[in-house]
């Protein structure tokens, strides 16, 4: 009774392909020319379960050792002829160099992409779309402050679970940042009732862009498909651009185009570690290198795992079941070298951080702190690490190498707004302000600032008066103020203490009001 279900199917889908091919003459549209594609993609959108094994010659499809001639084989948009996806075409072929280098790119995160929009019943064609997206670099960083293989903005990878933290940011994660995507795109699927391109659309102007220009056009009694709608120049590329990599890697011998070869398997294991490790703890553990290991864990902005989680680490295939048997022999107190610190009447957390070179939120979140409010006799667990202090994601230079002529800064594992300035004896908020990005922003290991000499101060300051509050340090309120440490101490010299305490009134001569 099955397999008459099954030929029942495929007898109706065939009626219906008949029927679709003469429409197709009347439109801009072209049959795919794989007919077993055709017939799975249009069960798809009929609603009718039809096992792809039932078809013939679909044991090319899942039988594939090579995974971009798998991905190929899981296309299932029809290929489309329009003047938009034809300038895209032409402009990759003109950039053959291109195609070589996202495909050496995607090399260690393609199973693990291709797994995931398989699973959610995705076309195959989405797997690509890290290339128009970010070239398949997982630093990738925009203007408009997406991050990511799959470019996030903040909002968005919130709301797909994708943490955003000193320690962490899950949209540079390959492995959640995929999830979420894929997660994503499936449920614009259902919004738009499968049409893809509307759902490719949304994933780039948003759905409310998209439902709006939907609204409009049915409102004029227009068509609602992607072409007829009104939309961002961006995104009337975007989809198009898309389309025409697709159209490229499935047609790769008549455009010229040579594809690697890739064995179809994982590359990499995600194992749940249970608590924070340190890097380069788990590097001996799974006899790799940090290097490897930050090149599988982008999200990783320190040297740490981050202390609430996510604890899954990404191993090399070849090293998983050693870092695993490994991992579960070493005792919990070796995971991570903690420094214990024994809180003083008058310290603040500002004067910890310095003293152990790290900062202020790195030792509230590893002491589940709510505020940088601390009491004296309390202990707190100070992350330190074993490499030299040069290497150290936690250190921050204390001799300040004043920059006299304006360059570039690559952002390095550990980086902060707050250390590189430290590090230049710049301010953090003029630094941010030469970039164009927030104060609160989370850099890009990679990432190229500007970095320009510090302007010398002409104007005449006036004098403020400054209470101290809790949480303050020297170096914040100098921050604060656009003013030097050194001064500070100038101007409160007979005023100033061991440590400063809430409520006390420093002098501060600048031209900035007090905040």
């Known amino acids: 009774m099955q397999k008459f279900n099954q030929h029942f199917s495929i007898l109706i889908l065939l009626m219906l392909l008949f029927v679709q091919g003469c429409s197709l003459k009347n439109t801009n549209q072209v049959a795919n020319p794989d007919p077993d594609k055709s017939i799975i993609d249009l069960a798809h959108k009929s609603g009718l379960a039809i096992d792809p094994s039932s078809i013939k010659g679909s044991d090319r499809v899942k039988n594939s050792d090579d995974s971009w001639q798998y991905l190929i084989s899981l296309f299932a948009i029809p290929e489309i002829d329009d003047a938009l996806i034809e300038k895209q075409l032409n402009w990759y072929l003109a950039h053959p160099k291109y195609i ?5 790119r995607a090399e260690p995160y393609l199973y693990n992409i291709i797994k995931q929009v398989e699973e959610k019943g995705l076309p195959g064609e989405f797997a690509l779309l890290p290339a128009v997206e970010s070239g398949f670099k997982a630093h990738a960083y925009s203007r408009a402050k997406a991050s990511g293989l799959w470019q996030f903005i903040p909002s968005t990878g919130r709301l797909y679970g994708l943490d955003q933290n000193w320690w962490y940011d899950g949209r540079r994660d390959v492995y959640a940042s995929t999830e979420a995507a894929t997660s994503y795109l499936k449920k614009l699927g259902g919004v738009f009732d499968n049409d893809w391109l509307l759902a490719l659309a949304s994933y780039n102007a948003g759905m409310g862009t998209v439902g709006r220009a939907i609204k409009r056009n049915a409102a004029n009694n227009k068509a609602t498909d992607f072409w007829s709608l009104s939309l961002p120049r961006e995104t009337k590329n975007y989809v198009p651009r898309l389309l025409a990599l697709a159209k490229i890697f499935a047609n ?6 040579s594809l690697k070869t890739q064995t179809h398997e994982p590359t990499f294991m995600a194992i749940d570690i249970g608590s924070q490790l340190e890097l380069s703890k788990a590097a001996q553990l799974s006899n790799t290198t940090v290097d490897e290991l930050f090149h599988l864990n982008p999200g990783l902005s320190r040297g740490y795992t981050p202390p609430q989680g996510p604890h899954r680490l990404l191993i090399p295939i070849d090293n998983a079941e050693l870092f695993k048997k490994n991992l579960a ?25 310095r ?30 690490s074993r490499k030299q202090a040069g290497e150290n994601p936690f250190y921050q230079a204390s001799t300040a190498k004043i920059p006299s002529h304006k360059s570039n800064y690559r ?17 953090s908020k003029d630094i941010a302000q030469w970039n164009k990005i927030g104060l609160n922003n989370t850099l890009s290991l990679g990432q190229t600032l500007v970095i320009r000499p510090p302007i010398k101060q ?14 303050d340090s020297l170096y914040a309120i100098s921050e604060k103020f656009n003013v030097s440490v050194a001064d500070l101490r100038k101007w409160n010299a007979s005023a100033l203490g061991k440590y400063l305490k809430p409520g006390q009134t420093l002098t501060v001569k600048s031209s900035q009001p007090a905040t």
């Open 100 to 104: 070589e280098t996202i495909q050496t």
């Open 252 to 257: 790769a011998e008549q455009y010229g185009i």
């Open 329 to 353: 022999a070493l005792p919990v107190d070796q995971r991570v070298q903690w420094q214990r610190h024994k809180i003083k009447t008058g310290e603040n957390l500002g004067a910890i951080a």
């Open 355 to 384: 003293r152990y070179k790290t900062r202020i939120n790195a030792i509230r979140e590893v002491n589940h702190l709510p505020n940088n409010n601390i009491r004296a006799g309390a202990y707190l667990l100070i992350p330190v």
């Open 411 to 427: 952002v390095k594992a550990g980086d902060s707004l707050w250390g590189i300035a430290r590090k230049l004896g710049l301010h």
């Open 458 to 471: 002409t104007a005449s300051k006036q004098s403020i008066s400054y209470t101290v509050r809790s949480g």
